[in-house]
């Protein structure tokens, strides 16, 4: 149960009002003492034998407590918070200047603060896009803006899976890693899947459950971004068709006609259309920014 501040303080009164003096070596508990000891030499052989463990531990301990033996933690100033975020974000930069986005392409420079501002603020990026409208398939078309959000997957979904995809990749000839541009062997593997049910992995059930986290918390944002405003009338969103791992897309992308062929007559207003979304999506980026640097909670 929660206590409220008057609880604390009644019960800090009463507390002083019934001291007790634990001094007497009578009220010390042999057993307890012994356990006490028996744990000391523990760790101490623990930490000669596996010293990066305690090392890995003792810093993790630092990092959310404050460093062990310190009679105070060092207090977070302002500034320092401040440098602190400047120096992640400066960071994030850096570690985006060679990247590629899951298909092997690089960041659009149209979307690029977006992707900055999204990792910043710990949503990991799988891939993005700065929005074009192009020809695919022999149509022209317009690609909205989006950035699509998750944690990195885990290589395999399903227990025993690498042994599954082995055995019906030597069925269809084809080697187990390009399974699934084999149609026959895709078609196989997923009736496997369908028909024997195995059971997913804990890393793949672990991702699933931040990425559904980090969606929540993205909606949360559009619902401060947006405010009072109707859903229907927000341009940025997060459709919700989402992927089987949980990750997720925040685009621009209209609800109908996102991918509608566009006519030769067509393409002037598309493009104006294109450019409004980016500028919508520019300004959700900025407000992440904005967010990430003023300290919002």
């Given at each position: 149960m929660v206590k409220s501040p008057e609880?604390?303080?009644?019960?800090?009164?009463?507390?002083?009002?019934q001291e007790v003096d634990f001094s007497k070596q009578n009220l010390i508990d042999p057993d307890l003492m012994k356990n006490i000891h028996e744990a000391a030499e523990k760790t101490k052989k623990e930490e000669e034998t596996n010293p990066e463990k305690i090392a890995k531990l003792r810093e993790e301990l630092d990092k959310n407590f404050g460093a062990v033996g310190s009679e105070k933690a060092e207090e977070l100033t302002p500034?320092?918070?401040q440098q602190r975020k400047q120096e992640k974000w400066d960071e994030t930069i850096k570690n985006l200047e060679n990247t590629t986005d899951r298909m092997g392409r690089p960041i659009d420079?149209?979307?690029?603060?977006?992707?900055?501002?999204?990792?910043?603020?710990?949503?990991?990026?799988?891939?993005?896009c700065e929005g074009h409208v192009e020809k695919r398939s022999g149509k022209r078309i317009k690609i909205s803006p989006y950035i699509d959000v998750g944690v990195e997957e885990?290589?395999?979904?399903?227990?025993?899976?690498?042994q599954i995809?082995?055995?019906?990749?030597?069925?269809h000839g084809v080697d187990a890693q390009d399974l699934e541009r084999n149609e026959g062997a895709r078609n196989d593997f997923w009736e496997y899947i369908g028909t024997n049910n195995p059971q997913e992995t804990p890393?793949?059930?672990?991702?699933?459950k931040a990425n559904q986290k980090m969606e929540q918390e993205a909606r949360y944002l559009l619902d401060d971004f947006y405010g009072e405003t109707p859903s229907?009338?927000?341009?940025?969103?997060?459709?919700k068709t989402l992927t089987d791992d949980g990750s997720f897309r925040v685009t621009t992308t209209p609800k109908k006609g996102s991918k509608d062929k566009i006519g030769l007559f067509q393409i002037r207003g598309a493009k104006k259309e294109l450019r409004q979304e980016q500028s919508d999506f520019s300004d959700f980026a900025k407000f992440m920014k904005d967010r990430y640097f003023g300290g919002e909670q």
């Open positions: 609880q604390f303080n009644t019960e800090g009164q009463e507390g002083r009002e500034e320092s918070e420079k149209g979307i690029k603060e977006a992707v900055i501002a999204f990792m910043a603020n710990d949503f990991p990026t799988q891939s993005s885990p290589k395999s979904r399903f227990i025993g899976e690498g995809r082995e055995k019906i990749a030597s069925k890393e793949y059930i672990a991702a699933r229907e009338n927000r341009k940025v969103r997060i459709p």
